[in-house]
Nanobody, 115 residues
């Protein structure tokens, strides 16, 4: 019954922007730490950004200054604003919800940065 659904991925040129969204259901959203991960072909899944229930954020060094994570608890949605995109940002992006007992994953959304 827990479901995380990502949206907003697509093809974008280098230097462009995308805004990803992850809509959650079946969980007490405000009690969960939310995170974005990404996985490129042949690579491990890496943490991109986290946001706590209180709004505190952390970012991977590779995206600092370019990406912004935010959450809207009233809409049970977490966002990832991605600016100044580079080809190396190409990956499947996954949403994750983490509470004291469980972690839940979305199915992912493809982001391709190419000219």
């Amino acid at each position: 019954q827990v479901q995380l659904v990502e949206s907003g991925g697509g093809l974008v040129q280098p230097g462009g922007s995308l805004r990803l969204a992850c809509a959650a259901s079946g969980i007490s959203f405000s009690r969960n730490v939310m995170a974005w991960y990404r996985q490129a072909p042949g690579k491990q899944r890496d943490l991109v950004a986290t946001i706590s229930s209180g709004g505190g954020t952390n970012y991977a060094d590779s995206v600092k200054g370019r990406f912004t994570i935010s959450r809207d608890n009233a809409k049970n949605t977490v966002y990832l604003q991605m600016n100044s995109l580079k080809p190396e940002d190409t990956a499947v992006y996954y949403c994750k919800a983490q509470n004291l007992w469980n972690a839940y994953w979305g199915q992912g959304t493809q982001v391709t940065v190419s000219s």
